[in-house]
């Protein structure tokens, strides 16, 4: 179960980030790489638990805000982590980084996409199809070829890496890594991903006689801890093998990809090519049986079993190979907002969750913070998106710098909301 988790986790996003951070860090890497694993699967793992806490319910995290508002927000988060933007990048990004760069010419042609998608969806369908099952497929088939992959890479640029780090290359390096740690959105993965994997918990324990929250305490530690490795692995290469790109990197001349291909040829030579196709595809085919299968779940009891799993499933493929052949540009254009206005406000109820408090004050510092994240990120999304300078102020915030300019308030708000309720608690005790 560890091992599904890590693969699950470890998708396209997570495959590129840690050497970029590596790269900007230089000599003092290990600064930016715990800020970034912090923030990307400290996040993730309090969102896991806050799940497992509810019995693996999404309403169990944002029902507190009403039926409609939980309702919506629960929506929005299957269509942004699920066939919106993140199933269908995963079938762009094993095409485009994976497959690809062993044949470059097949990158310009449309067939060849549509070819690999309708290939790419097939497997992934096959696999989701059974949700109580793939757990253990991802965690005892695909996990050992994905790790072994990455071992490779990673073994091979500790031994002989192609250059050795040099200066940091940016000033902040705690707020680079919260950042990029922010930006993989793990926290909402873990949500989608805990509809099935909670599951999949509560049968095993039931199996080998243990509680619960034992076997996932267990089973989060196995996942963290290859995560903690693999991160550091490829932020390692970034910070040596990655400074021959480092000039071009900063530059803008190269992307994130061309960073993470170009040190993996440096440090595996000519077989290099075909280790990170191997990786990446393994990466987003792991991510993506993941996603297909809790975004099929949600949508099956959201409409109270009327809709067969095996259908919805499908759907979801085919909307998601036919999104993957549109352009990812303009579909994160759209999506992209939507989840700037989610993120703050999940992560707020997803903490909330875990914090002991009495039920009404609950229910008010959950409603109370909800309205301020909302309402703070819809300024900055007003602000960033559309140059509506008139919000400008929300980015005078305390924390804006590290993508949190959100947090004060919403803490303050919350507190509000647990003084009112105290006060209402306190005049219905006088009333009788």
């Not at 290990?30 to 793992?45: I, S, T």
């Given at each position: 179960m560890g091992l599904a988790l890590f693969a699950l986790f470890f998708g396209a996003g997570n495959l590129i980030f840690p050497p970029v951070i590596g790269l900007e860090g230089g000599t003092d890497w290990?600064?930016?790489?715990?800020?970034?694993?912090?923030?990307?699967?400290?996040?993730?793992?309090v969102g896991l638990f806050a799940m497992i806490k509810t019995g693996g319910k999404m309403e169990g995290v944002t029902g507190v805000l009403g039926k409609v508002a939980s309702t919506v927000l629960n929506c929005a988060i299957i269509l942004c982590v699920g066939p919106l933007l993140a199933i269908p990048r995963t079938a762009a990004t094993s095409f485009e980084m994976g497959t690809a760069c062993l044949a470059p010419e097949m990158s310009a042609d449309p067939l060849a996409r549509v070819a690999f998608s309708v290939v790419f969806f097939a497997v992934v369908f096959a696999a989701a199809l059974s949700p109580g099952k793939?757990?253990?497929?991802?965690?005892?088939?695909?996990?050992?070829?994905?790790?072994?992959?990455?071992?490779?890479?990673?073994?091979?640029?500790?031994?002989?890496?192609?250059?050795?780090?040099?200066?940091?290359?940016?000033?902040?390096?705690?707020?680079?890594?919260?950042?990029?740690?922010?930006?993989?959105?793990?926290?909402i993965a873990a949500l989608v991903f805990s509809l099935v994997v909670v599951n999949s918990i509560e049968s095993k324990a039931a199996q080998e006689g243990v509680s619960r929250m034992r076997l996932a305490f267990a089973a989060c530690a196995v996942s963290a801890g290859l995560l903690f490795v693999t991160y550091g692995g490829l932020a390692y290469l970034g910070a040596t093998s990655g400074q021959l790109w480092g000039d071009e990197f900063m530059a803008g001349a190269i992307n994130h990809a061309g960073l993470l291909s170009g040190l993996s040829g440096a440090v595996v030579g000519s077989a290099g090519a075909v280790v990170?196709?191997?990786?990446?595809?393994?990466?987003?085919?792991?991510?993506?049986?993941?996603?297909?299968?809790?975004?099929?779940?949600?949508?099956?009891?959201?409409?109270?079993g009327r809709l067969a799993y095996p259908a919805v499933a499908a759907g979801i493929c085919v909307f998601s190979a036919f999104v993957c052949n549109l352009g990812l540009t303009e579909i994160v254009g759209i999506s992209g907002p939507i989840l700037s206005l989610v993120y703050p406000t999940v992560m707020f109820l997803v903490v909330m969750r875990?914090?002991?408090?009495?039920?009404?004050?609950?229910?008010?510092?959950?409603?109370?913070?909800?309205?301020?994240?909302?309402?703070?990120?819809?300024?900055?999304?007003?602000?960033?998106?559309?140059g509506a300078q008139a919000f400008a102020v929300v980015h005078l915030l305390p924390l804006d710098e590290f993508g949190f300019g959100w947090l004060v308030p919403t803490f303050v708000a919350a507190l509000a909301g647990i003084v009112v309720a105290r006060g209402i608690g306190a005049r219905e005790r006088r009333a009788d």
């Open positions: 290990l600064v930016g790489y715990f800020a970034y694993f912090l923030a990307d699967v400290g996040l993730a793992l793939m757990v253990d497929r991802v965690g005892k088939l695909l996990t050992p070829a994905l790790v072994a992959a990455l071992a490779v890479l990673v073994i091979a640029g500790i031994v002989n890496p192609a250059a050795q780090p040099e200066a940091p290359r940016v000033g902040n390096l705690l707020q680079e890594g919260v950042l990029n740690g922010y930006q993989t959105m793990d926290m990170l196709s191997v990786i990446v595809v393994l990466a987003c085919l792991t991510t993506a049986i993941g996603l297909v299968s809790a975004c099929s779940e949600f949508i099956v009891e959201l409409f109270g875990i914090v002991p408090l009495p039920e009404g004050a609950h229910r008010l510092a959950c409603r109370f913070g909800a309205f301020a994240s909302f309402t703070v990120s819809l300024c900055a999304l007003f602000v960033d998106t559309f």
